[in-house]
T-cell receptor, first 112, second 113 residues
Framework: LAKTTQPISMDSYEGQEVNITCSHNNIATNDYITWYQQFPSQGPRFIIQGYKTKVTNEVASLFIPADRKSSTLSLPRVSLSDTAVYYCLVESGGTGFQKLVFGTGTRLLVSP | EAGVTQSPTHLIKTRGQQATLRCSPISGHTSVYWYQQALGLGLQFLLWYDEGEERNRGNFPPRFSGRQFPNYSSELNVNALELEDSALYLC????????????FGPGTRLTVL
């Protein structure tokens, strides 16, 4: 069971790039890394998912080194509306039993 | 396409009572997941259902139980409510049991007095 570790909080300013790193030392071969964003009193929203190297979509990039023991979510040019909690999730791929363990989350505060 | 729906939005109970929470997944999704999120804390995995079967459960006592119906909707039951059960209960669904995206509902806020 892969346990994740993230910084508890981060501060940034509008227009800056924000990088949030997640550590998952016990990641298994079949595991994927998924990041979610959560606003207060709402369910988490999928941001990006990857297995290795780099993945980019319209809102973020995900960097995963070769050993896959960590991953970095990169948010380009953040705005005030990016203030939220960001969760890193290591999810088991393939068939069989899974346990879905969200990390503690990183509380990002974007200031003007 | 309709998203994951949950009912009720809010639920107030007293200690010792039972609570029933409901979740309807996105059409075509067969997996349903339940999470508990206490105020200010992270998500704790509760239960996972797929094709009507309980596939796994988190570290919660047996008074937390549920089921999945033939139409893939799901119900979470919490018996003998305790004050610390007060939390936001989130339901998510996904298309397969693989590493597919989870789509979350808005949650049910349970308050135990």
């Amino acid at each position: 069971l892969a346990k994740t570790t993230q910084p508890i909080s981060m501060d940034s300013y509008e227009g800056q790039e924000v990088n949030i790193t997640c550590s998952h030392n016990n990641i298994a071969t079949n595991d994927y890394i998924t990041w979610y964003q959560q606003f207060p009193s709402q369910g988490p929203r999928f941001i990006i998912q990857g297995y290795k190297t780099k993945v980019t979509n319209e809102v973020a990039s995900l960097f995963i080194p070769a050993d896959r023991k960590s991953s970095t979510l990169s948010l380009p040019r953040v705005s005030l509306s990016d203030t939220a909690v960001y969760y890193c999730l290591v999810e088991s791929g393939g068939t069989g039993f899974q346990k879905l363990v969200f990390g503690t989350g990183t509380r990002l505060l974007v200031s003007p | 396409e309709a998203g994951v729906t949950q009912s009720p939005t809010h639920l107030i109970k007293t200690r010792g009572q039972q609570a029933t929470l409901r979740c309807s997944p996105i059409s075509g999704h067969t997996s349903v997941y339940w999470y508990q999120q206490a105020l200010g804390l992270g998500l704790q995995f509760l239960l996972w259902y797929d094709e009507g079967e309980e596939r796994n459960r988190g570290n919660f006592p047996p008074r937390f139980s549920g089921r999945q119906f033939p139409n893939y909707s799901s119900e979470l039951n919490v018996n003998a409510l305790e004050l610390e059960d007060s939390a936001l209960y989130l339901c998510a669904s996904s298309l397969t049991e693989g590493p597919d995206t989870q789509y979350f509902g808005p949650g049910t806020r349970l308050t135990v007095l």
